[in-house]
């Protein structure tokens, strides 16, 4: 964790300091993001507590309330047990609001006054498990989650955490998750929420069924991604995908780009948007409409960054293309549970992609190494290694887009 007064000075727009980590389901839907610091060299725990002046708390209240609309959803925020009892004025919104209890808790009658009066107004409050002990037990009762931290943690652990201090109104969320075997063995246990890098691993996808589903989509991204893509012919292939032409015509007819009239074609709706814009609402209602939202937001949060890294290192636009479409095809395993290797010879797409993803060679495939590489450490909330440092406000702000655009999408 980190007080936040010493990285005021140095940022003046205090939004852009705060990146959302997702928090998903049981079935990887968006539960809730956590909400991090990013200094541009680490992403750190971001911490409200009594190192803040009211005038530096009342800022990042106010960044706070902001990432929970535009996020749309619940957020987590670390708050120390001193700045409660302090009597200090968190001015967030108490229904998006789960405050985690950090630092030294010494559990007095005035501290469970303060939390309980805090519920009342509707915050929900977290603890880490590393504070959870028989000590506890009154402070407890007012908790709803209990935070897990699977690197620092045995599945043995959990189970004694589990049988020692459930309750029915109880939840679990197990952070850190590296694998998707130890999401299955934290599920099975009974954790309800999952942080971490659980969908990254390849599974096991041998000798299966290439679904039309996969195909059409392939079909929309190769369409969507050639030098110079065919209107005519990406009308086409939306014609029988009502579900993301209706969403699109949702955004391209919302106040913020309407004009005179409504859209009502999909040539209408590119003229608007713009073939940017387009591509990207495109692809993040397409792939919702295959995957969960976790895949959804680990795959095109890993080809916007791969892309804005291409762009970083000057390259031709129809190359920054190539980056995102390669970072995109190596989620296929998470979007369709099919090896990428298979996808390609569906593609027809640029040799400099084939060999990144089939031999991982090439500057895409350093790129996209550099992108994996951030994508783990912000997951399990490790230190970004330093190679990687210079593209880390990338990750952060294309993983920030990406779920806001999931969250105007309805998810």
Aim: charged share 20%; glycine share 4%; net charge negative.
């Amino acid at each position: 964790m980190t007080s936040l007064n010493t990285e005021i000075n140095a940022h003046d727009d205090l939004g852009a300091m705060l990146v959302a980590q997702p928090v998903f389901n049981a079935d990887k839907q968006r539960y809730a993001v956590e909400l991090l610091l990013n200094n541009s060299i680490s992403i750190k725990g971001l911490l409200l507590d009594t190192s803040l002046g009211n005038e530096q708390l009342s800022m990042y209240c106010q960044a706070i309330s902001v990432q929970a609309d535009q996020y749309r959803t619940a957020v987590f925020v670390n708050v120390s047990a001193q700045l409660l009892l302090s009597a200090a004025t968190l001015a967030l919104q108490p229904g998006r609001t789960i405050l985690t209890l950090t630092g030294d808790i010494n559990v007095t009658p005035a501290l469970l006054a303060c939390v309980a009066a805090y519920k009342q107004q509707g915050f929900r409050f977290a603890l880490n498990n590393s504070c959870v002990n028989d000590n506890i037990l009154p402070l407890l009762a007012l908790v709803g989650i209990i935070r897990l931290d699977m690197l620092g943690s045995s599945l043995a652990q959990v189970e004694h955490y589990k049988k020692r201090y459930a309750r029915p109104d109880l939840l679990w969320l197990a952070e850190k998750v590296e694998t998707e075997q130890q999401f299955a063995a934290c599920e099975a246990l009974g954790c309800n929420l999952f942080q971490g890098y659980f969908l990254s691993d390849a599974l096991a996808v041998d000798g299966k069924k290439i679904e039309p589903g996969a195909l059409k989509l392939t079909e929309i991204i190769r369409c969507l991604f050639s030098a110079e893509p065919d209107i005519n012919e990406l009308a086409r292939l939306l014609n029988d995908e009502p579900a993301i032409v209706m969403g699109i015509l949702k955004i391209a007819n919302s106040p913020l780009y309407r004009k005179t009239r409504d859209v009502s074609s999909v040539k209408e709706m590119v003229t608007r948007l713009g073939l940017e814009l387009v591509r990207k609402w495109v692809l993040t209602y397409a792939v919702l409409g295959t995957a969960t939202a976790a895949a959804a937001i680990t795959v095109l949060a890993r080809a916007y960054s791969t892309q804005s890294i291409a762009r970083h290192w000057q390259l031709s636009e129809q190359q920054c293309q190539q980056y995102f479409l390669a970072a995109l095809i190596s989620g296929s395993d998470m979007l369709f549970g099919i090896a990428s290797e298979r996808l390609l010879p569906y593609l027809n797409i640029n040799p400099a992609i084939f060999d990144a993803i089939a031999n991982n060679n090439g500057p895409i495939a350093q790129a996209l190494t550099t992108v994996r590489s951030i994508e783990r450490s912000y997951a399990l909330k490790q230190p970004v290694d330093a190679q990687d440092m210079p593209y880390l406000d990338f990750y952060a702000t294309e993983l920030s887009q990406v779920q806001q655009r999931l969250a105007e999408a309805g998810f």
